[in-house]
């Protein structure tokens, strides 16, 4: 009977906290779609702001922005263009060259590669190189001029050894599928030889670069490393067809002279760009 007495208060005691606990419950549900509600309303009130805010033009760009700019960058362009239009004259002494020594000029207006060719005897002549940016004392070297005579032996110290550009030597003689090609540096008027090889594909060998040939193909020893008598006897044989100081003279020139030229083709076409 104890038992049970103790059964019948443990239901109640049970009972009630189980209705105590429905009714937390529902309060907690009350609040929580109340916070819900405030939440919601808040986002949609944010939205409603964000859509009638007006947003600024620059932020994706307007006609009237790119107007602006266009005639500032224009401006800009055509005086750039009058300055080097005004500047340039090519040397008298290229042309020159060319035709005291029987050599025929190949360029295109748009690249950067500039041949030459000629023929000696049975053997066909080609040398090929690229446009090169001026080095800081040759674009500098006006100004050089009005300064001191120790200010100017620093900068000829400072930059020794810069002056220089790469060029290649091909001999084809007629009739045979072989050439031997030299590549050469010319520097500060000098030639130097880096390597000499024979080659089968010639112009294969004529559209790749000094950097691609080296890594597709022996290029034999170094010239350098060669026996000095090797090294003389390769030089004079390339010396008899005219590859001398004079065309590394002509070489270095030519190369400055195309580079200024295909930037002043550069800014034409920009500018053209710009106003159409």
Not at 96 to 105: C, E, G, P, S
Not at 115 to 123: L, N, Q, R, S, Y
Not at 180 to 201: F, G, K, N, R, W
Request: net charge negative.
């Amino acid at each position: 009977r104890r038992c049970v007495q103790e059964t019948g208060y443990q239901r109640r005691v049970h009972g009630k906290i189980y209705i105590e606990n429905i009714y937390k419950l529902k309060m907690l549900t009350k609040i929580f779609r109340s916070t819900s509600k405030v939440a919601l309303s808040q986002i949609k009130n944010a939205q409603a702001v964000r859509t009638l805010t007006p947003v600024s033009s620059r932020l994706f760009g307007s006609t009237e922005l790119v107007t602006k700019s266009k005639g500032k960058l224009l401006k800009v362009l055509n005086s750039e263009i009058k300055h080097e239009n005004e500047n340039y004259a090519q040397e008298d002494t290229i042309q020159t060259f060319l035709k005291d020594n029987q050599w025929k000029l190949q360029e295109t207006d748009d690249s950067n590669t500039i041949e030459i060719a000629k023929t000696v005897g049975d053997t066909h002549v080609f040398v090929q190189f690229q446009s090169r940016s001026p080095n800081y004392d040759e674009g500098q070297e006006e100004n050089q001029q009005d300064q001191k005579q120790e200010g100017q032996e620093q900068q000829e110290e400072q930059f020794e050894g810069e002056d220089y550009c790469d060029f290649t030597v091909i001999l084809t003689k007629k009739g045979q599928n072989h050439s031997l090609a030299y590549e050469c540096t010319s520097y500060e008027s000098e030639i130097e030889v880096q390597y000499v090889l024979p080659v089968e594909d010639v112009e294969t060998y004529k559209r790749s670069s000094r950097f691609a040939r080296g890594n597709s193909r022996y290029m034999g020893p170094e010239f350098n490393t060669l026996d000095e008598r090797l090294q003389t006897a390769l030089i004079e044989y390339l010396k008899g067809f005219g590859i001398n100081e004079e065309l590394a003279v002509f070489v270095e020139h030519v190369s400055l002279d195309k580079e200024q030229r295909l930037y002043m083709r550069w800014l034409q076409n920009l500018a053209q760009f710009i106003e159409k």
